[in-house]
């Protein structure tokens, strides 16, 4: 499978417990984005890298929020003290400038985060 | 921040109907215009985007047309199918080289036999 692949699809927590997510991108992409989705909602932006660099982050990204892109290739979204409004989906996005001039995104399939 | 206002929240068309959904964006944007496919408990798959220099696009039973002066877009859905089924995703990317993206909130289309 050559898409974007994340890890854990599903993770439960108890409120105040640290967790952490995974994320690899098309292994020729080198961009790559996180995003959150609440129930009925669209995706919200996170943050986002440029192989390795951190380049912008939201203003939803509090500090409990952390992401790594150590290597240029996988990322780690880490929640410390999660709260139950950290319950959503989070998506992992990557990107490569195409032939057609743009960054057009490539969602994984998610991790659904649930706060008890 | 860019805005993004899509409509209509939800959609029921019969198979064999033309399904449209709209989206209106405020500030101007410049790379390219995506609209997404989700099933549900899946992520958001790139169904079909469309240049700012191009007026229309059509990918088999899906097209978009644009309209620059009016910043609006919208996406087509010819023939529907049972199978089409899903939460459609306007996107607008914001200006400059980051090319995040602002989603719209959503069409949730069921299409009936």
């Known amino acids: 499978d050559t898409g974007v692949s994340q890890n854990p699809r599903h993770k439960i927590t108890k409120r105040g417990q640290n967790v952490t997510f995974r994320c690899d991108p098309i292994?020729?992409?080198?961009?790559l984005y996180w995003y959150r989705q609440t129930l009925g909602q669209g995706p919200e932006f996170l943050t986002y890298?440029?192989?390795?660099?951190?380049?912008?982050k939201s203003r939803l990204l509090s500090d409990r929020f952390s992401a790594e892109r150590p290597k240029g290739s996988f990322s780690t979204l880490e929640i410390q003290r999660t709260e139950q409004g950290d319950s959503a989906m989070y998506l992992c996005?990557?990107?490569?400038?195409?032939?057609?001039?743009?960054?057009?995104?490539?969602f994984g399939p998610g991790t659904r985060l649930t706060v008890l | 921040q860019q805005q993004v206002k899509q409509s209509p929240q939800s959609l029921i068309v019969q198979k064999g109907g033309i399904s449209i959904i709209n989206c209106a964006y405020e500030n101007t944007a410049f790379d390219y215009f995506p609209w997404y496919q989700q099933f549900p408990g899946k992520g958001p798959a790139l169904l079909i985007a469309i240049r700012p220099d191009v007026s229309e696009k059509k990918e088999g039973r899906f097209t978009i047309s644009f309209n620059k002066s009016a910043k609006q877009f919208s996406l087509h859905i010819m023939d529907s199918q049972p199978g089409d089924s899903a939460t459609y995703f306007c996107a607008v990317p914001n200006t400059g080289t980051a090319s995040k993206l602002t989603f719209g909130t959503g069409t949730r289309l069921q299409v009936t036999l």
């Open positions: 890298f440029q192989n390795e660099a951190q380049l912008e």
């Open positions: 292994s020729e992409h080198n961009r």
């Open positions: 996005a990557s990107s490569q400038l195409g032939t057609s001039g743009n960054h057009e995104q490539f």
